[in-house]
């Protein structure tokens, strides 16, 4: 079955840089486009960025746009975020899904603090 | 940026209760929409796409309507596994943008 399964998460101080990852399996990864997600702490959704099947083509919600960069590489079925200048705000539950947000991943914690 | 305003933002039922959510969109987003249910500790699950269409696997008690910038969730009759945090997504033009949420309690 479609599975989507996020790592990288942990602590991190301001200023730093973190590297997520979302392994997908059980489709065609090359297939579709992908996207990142977060949820602060008891807050709500917030998408944040989407990359086109042949990674050609990103796009960024402006509270992240200069600062993450997402990748993707179709041999290794893998998509990935480079999250750089990190803030407190940045803390959050980092989802990874597919196509129109079907499905999700669990999701990763990423915490910013000194 | 499309804004999705969500109503309301809690509500308390009883279990056999008719539910009923609402999303409006800042503009006309034609039916690109979805409804996501999310329980404490997990990830989101879309219940609806193209605003009306069920996902494969959920309950017919959920159901979708509207299109251009009105739309509704309902859920006929409320189960105990209903009690969670339910979300409408716009994804006609980025930034995809989602509503505030709409917390649904046992009364």
């Known amino acids: 079955q479609v599975q989507l399964v996020e790592s990288g998460g942990g602590l991190v101080k301001p200023g730093g840089s973190l590297r997520l990852s979302c392994a997908a399996s059980?489709?065609?990864?090359?297939?579709?486009?992908m996207n990142w997600i977060r949820q602060a702490p008891g807050k709500g959704l917030e998408w944040i960025s989407f990359?086109?099947?042949?990674?050609?083509?990103?796009s960024y919600a402006d509270s992240v746009k200069g600062r993450f960069i997402i990748s993707r590489d179709n041999a290794k079925n893998s998509l990935y975020l480079l999250m750089n200048s990190l803030r407190a705000e940045d803390t959050a539950v980092y989802y990874c899904?597919?196509?129109?947000?079907?499905?999700w991943g669990q999701g990763t914690l990423v915490t910013v603090s000194s | 940026d499309i804004q999705m305003t969500q109503s309301p933002s809690s509500l308390s039922a009883s279990v056999g209760d008719r539910v009923t959510i609402t999303c409006r969109a800042s503009?006309?987003?034609?039916?690109?929409l979805g409804w996501y249910q999310q329980k404490p500790g997990k990830a989101p699950e879309r219940l609806i796409y193209?605003?009306?269409n069920l996902q494969s696997g959920v309950p017919s008690r959920f159901s979708g309507s509207g299109s251009g910038t009105e739309f509704t969730l309902t859920i006929s009759s409320l189960q105990p596994e209903d009690f969670a945090t339910y979300y409408c997504l716009q994804y006609n033009s980025y930034p995809w943008t989602f509503g505030q949420g709409t917390k649904v309690e046992i009364k």
């Open positions: 193209a605003a009306s």
């Open positions: 059980g489709f065609t990864f090359s297939d579709h486009y």
């Open positions: 503009q006309g987003i034609r039916n690109d």
């Open positions: 899904a597919r196509g129109w947000l079907f499905p």
């Open positions: 990359i086109s099947s042949p990674g050609s083509y990103s």
